[in-house]
């Protein structure tokens, strides 16, 4: 009894206060350090607004984290600060899909292929702030397959399921022919 008795409980309720409040902070700071990101990866690897075809993954030294070593992929992280970006896909088969990533990994945009047909997609990523993209000969030119997303930085991923030797070369040339570059006006 005469324990309690010599305990502060004011001190040890302001330092149970005080391990809470730096607890809550450091939780923050966690969350919001970009440090590690996708997109940090890449940005320091690979040419910003230039498609990059990597090798297939391997899991002693991967470019990120939960690739699938089933499949063949293609970076392009890109900066919308000059102009826009013009990206041209082409899925020709089930497990072809094209993704639009933010820096902080969230999704802007997903596509994937059809079984039944080829799958085209022709996507322009304009700047996400407001500013004069022209005039309407000038702006992003849309037609029922072309779509326009606005973000500022990021990634665009292409997937290709890899399916072997003498697939090989038919998924590279695929992948070969899915630009990501800057849009001329």
Not at 19 to 38: E, K, M, P, W
Not at 57 to 66: E, G, K, N, S
Not at 103 to 121: C, H, K, Q, V, W
Not at 141 to 159: E, H, L, M
Request: overall charge negative; some cysteine; proline content about 7%.
């Amino acid at each position: 009894m005469n324990l309690f008795k010599r305990i502060d409980w004011r001190l040890l309720v302001i330092f149970v206060l005080v391990a809470v409040i730096v607890h809550i902070v450091a939780t923050f700071l966690a969350v919001n350090d970009q440090r590690g990101t996708a997109y940090a990866r890449l940005a320091n690897v690979l040419p910003h607004n230039t498609m990059t075809i990597v090798g297939p993954v391997d899991t002693q030294q991967a470019l990120l984290p939960y690739l699938s070593p089933d499949a063949r992929y293609a970076f392009c992280p890109f900066d919308t600060a000059d102009r826009a970006m013009r990206v041209h896909a082409l899925l020709p088969d089930l497990g072809w899909t094209v993704g639009v990533y933010a820096p902080d990994g969230t999704n802007l945009y997903f596509a994937a292929a059809s079984s039944e047909r080829e799958t085209t997609i022709n996507l322009s990523i304009i700047p996400a702030d407001d500013r004069f993209l022209g005039l309407s000969s000038e702006a992003p030119q849309t037609g029922d397959t072309d779509q326009t997303i606005a973000a500022p930085k990021g990634f665009i991923v292409v997937r290709a399921p890899d399916r072997g030797d003498p697939y090989r070369t038919e998924t590279q040339s695929v992948l070969e022919k899915a630009p990501c570059s800057v849009r001329r006006t």
